[in-house]
């Protein structure tokens, strides 16, 4: 009886799976069937080469698209959605500079497109243009001082610190429990490096403890926390805040690595060998783990476990200098 049950089970599935999977097969063949069919009644129609291009762009048949989208903007070239997509499909084609005019063309017709503004955007912030930085001014205004995490990560790579702090706390006034706002700002806070002219270690506690309270088991916040105190030197308590992301790390060798590093600069050299020895464990081609912990036995006289782990390291690295150095002495 009960294989009897099992066998109506298993046919139930078989069933259901194969008959989704021809439902998908068929709902592919009958959109494309139905832009074909249109398509041979009116082969000079822009909108509908346009919807099959992103039809084949939405199933990485990017040949197929780049034809269509040619051919449309060949009959006219100042359709926005044609230039808009045009863009998407040369982009994904890695002939950025199509991307660029497509887009750009796109703005001339329509200042107010919004799609191809930030598109176009991301592409000279991306590519480091010069002019990412005016156009990023204009969104500003035209967003009423609101703008994605994504264009305020751009500002923090040009070094304009204040400006994103300024659109953080925008973002916080609208959302006070957006993640990414909190997350940002605490990095900004804490970010130790000699172009960073708002650091403030007081306000980046307080931004890692809010984010802590509001979301206890994120680990990244744990790690972006042990590593300001980490660059600031404060040892014992970057590994102790390591050491509670491990909780909830799902691949944590970087933490186990810092801990190893927070370890060693305390003089706790055989515990560090055994966080580096855990982050191995984790991932064995870890070059650097290799490093440490290879300089390490050195250090605590072990030559030949030394040996071996600069012999690891030009295992993953075979002109790795600091191993050659040290196996040549």
């Not at 294989?3 to 069933?15: E, Q, R, S």
């Not at 863009?87 to 002939?95: Q, S, T, V």
């Not at 926390?225 to 390591?242: R, S, V």
Request: glycine share 2%.
């Amino acid at each position: 009886m009960k294989k009897n049950k099992f066998i109506v089970v298993f046919i139930f599935f078989c069933f259901c799976f194969f008959n989704c999977k021809n439902i998908k097969q068929d709902a592919f063949i009958s959109s494309l069937d139905s832009l074909n069919f249109l398509l041979d009644k009116d082969s000079l129609n822009i909108s509908l080469l346009n919807s099959r291009a992103k039809f084949f762009l939405n199933n990485s048949q990017l040949d197929l698209a780049k034809d269509d989208i040619d051919q449309a903007y060949n009959i006219f070239k100042n359709d926005t959605d044609v230039l808009l997509n045009r863009g998407d499909i040369y982009f994904l084609l890695n002939e950025t500079r199509i991307s660029k005019q497509s887009w750009e063309r796109c703005l001339n017709l329509d200042p107010n497109n919004m799609d191809c503004r930030e598109k176009l955007v991301n592409l000279l912030c991306a590519v480091k243009d010069s002019g990412c930085k005016s156009m990023i001014d204009t969104l500003i205004l035209l967003h009423n001082g609101m703008l994605s995490h994504s264009f305020i990560v751009y500002l923090k790579e040009m070094n304009e610190y204040r400006l994103a702090i300024e659109l953080l706390n925008n973002n916080l006034s609208d959302n006070p429990k957006d993640k990414e706002s909190l997350m940002m700002l605490s990095l900004l806070y804490s970010d130790t490096s000699y172009m960073n002219q708002n650091f403030n270690a007081s306000l980046a506690e307080e931004y890692f403890n809010k984010i802590i309270n509001i979301y206890p088991t994120d680990s990244q916040v744990f790690y972006n926390y042990g590593k300001f105190k980490q660059n600031t030197n404060q040892y014992k308590e970057a590994i102790e805040l390591y050491d509670k992301g491990l909780n909830f790390a799902n691949q944590p060798k970087n933490h186990y690595y810092n801990m190893g590093f927070c370890s060693m600069q305390i003089g706790d050299n055989v515990t560090a060998i055994d966080y580096f020895s855990k982050s191995l464990q984790i991932d064995p081609s870890f070059l650097l783990a290799y490093h440490a912990r290879a300089y390490l036995y050195e250090l605590i006289n072990q030559k030949e476990k030394a040996k071996k782990d600069w012999k690891n390291c030009l295992m993953l690295n075979p002109s790795y200098i600091p191993a050659l150095e040290a196996l040549s002495n």
